[in-house]
């Protein structure tokens, strides 16, 4: 079964081809980074306008790199939400043209699900039930995911996702965007222990997230001790050491929360998916925390945990030999939120 995935809920453009909901033929991302970057985040309304321009070029490029035509496509699965609506509807559109003129079946896909099945695609079997933390720029939860069935939230995020903390607090630092990567770079020549941010595990036994406060904390940090371009300058604390702190503020929460979740509903696997699961410290503290207590980790690679049409493929296969495929595609609408 030949698909052909595409993405278009945020700021990325792509797609890709993918044989039997693993083996990868083609995988393209057109990234707006630099059309959003001068104004430190998203701009709905030109991120609809780049996927305009950019969604048969990038569609194109994908089967040409797969070495296939349009014809040799046996389905498409596209992203239906949750993202802006703008976005999707690009995407969206695009598939059920595609579906209509050559009569395939189109599979609308949960962004979410698309980010989960990114751990089916690290190369190790993963055929019995597992945590998987999603932790991405909109969204952070840990799932319970049954290989050949549903997955069960377990706990989400109460105010704002992990990968949106990162965000605002380099915005905070005037450190550019998107903040994650900067952050990631910066800490790794930084001290982790150097400052005392809050660690937000809420009630006793919740698998539930807060990021608020710690975003709060750095925000009063700066009031008191000066921007970072200040620092900088009179030396009065190094900002490499305020993002280690502030990164590992957020970690640690994610890990012992995820490792709690997996010891409660007696799993052996772990997984990690979504754009902050490209984040360095976060996989390596997984690692360790997985290994010290026996599971077996699986992380896809760095460039499949943000956003990509190869996990829409995949998770389009999962649900096609789940539940079929959508019998009324021209109905079908995009969902801003979906959970
Ligand atoms: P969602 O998937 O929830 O709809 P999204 O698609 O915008 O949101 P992703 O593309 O999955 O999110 O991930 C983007 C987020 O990942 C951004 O918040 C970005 O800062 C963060 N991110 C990317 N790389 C890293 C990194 N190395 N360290 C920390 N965060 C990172
Ligand atoms: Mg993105
Ligand atoms: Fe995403």
Redesign the pocket.
């Known amino acids: 079964m030949l698909i052909l995935g595409i993405e278009s809920?945020?700021?990325?453009t792509a797609a890709a081809v993918v044989v039997g909901g693993t083996r990868v033929l083609s995988d393209v991302v057109a990234s707006q980074i630099a059309v959003h970057s001068p104004y430190g985040g998203?701009v709905p309304e030109l991120a609809s306008r780049k996927h305009v321009e950019g969604i048969l070029p990038v569609i194109e490029e994908a089967l040409a790199g797969a070495g296939v035509g349009l014809t040799d496509v046996d389905a498409v699965a596209v992203t239906q939400g949750?993202?802006l609506v703008g976005a999707l509807l690009v995407g969206l559109s695009a598939a059920k043209a595609i579906s209509y003129a050559l009569g395939i079946p189109l599979i609308p896909v949960n962004?979410?699900e698309g980010?989960m099945c990114a751990a089916f695609l690290g190369g190790d079997p993963l055929d019995r039930p597992f945590v998987c933390l999603?932790v991405?720029?909109?969204?952070t939860a840990i799932y319970l995911v049954e290989p050949e069935g549903e997955s069960r939230c377990l706990g989400t995020t109460r105010d704002d996702?992990?990968?949106?903390a990162?965000?605002k607090v380099?915005k905070l630092l005037d450190l550019g965007y998107?903040?994650?990567?900067v952050?990631?770079r910066l800490s790794a020549e930084g001290n982790p222990q150097a400052f005392d941010f809050p660690k937000a595990f809420l009630e006793k036994d919740s698998l539930d997230f807060s990021f608020s406060g710690v975003k709060t904390a750095v925000a009063h940090f700066v009031t008191r001790h000066g921007p970072p371009s200040s620092a900088r300058r009179s030396g009065s604390y190094r900002v490499e050491d305020l993002a280690a702190s502030f990164?590992e503020a957020i970690v640690e929460v994610l890990v012992q929360k995820t490792m709690a979740a997996a010891l409660r509903h007696s799993v052996k696997d772990v997984a990690l998916a979504?754009?902050?699961a490209?984040?360095?410290r976060?996989r390596e503290r997984f690692r360790e925390e997985a290994a010290y207590r026996g599971f077996t980790l699986h992380v896809p690679p760095?460039r499949l945990?943000?956003?990509n049409a190869v996990m829409i493929a995949a998770a389009g296969y999962r649900a096609w030999k789940r539940n079929g495929f959508c019998r009324a595609p021209a109905e079908l609408d995009a969902r801003s939120r979906w959970l």
């Not at 991405?136 to 969204?139: D, K, L, V």
């Open positions: 809920s945020c700021d990325e998203v949750p993202g962004h979410l980010h999603v991405s720029g909109g969204h996702a992990a990968g949106e990162f965000d380099a998107p903040g994650g990567v952050i990631d990164q979504g754009g902050v490209a984040n360095r976060l760095a945990c943000t956003d």
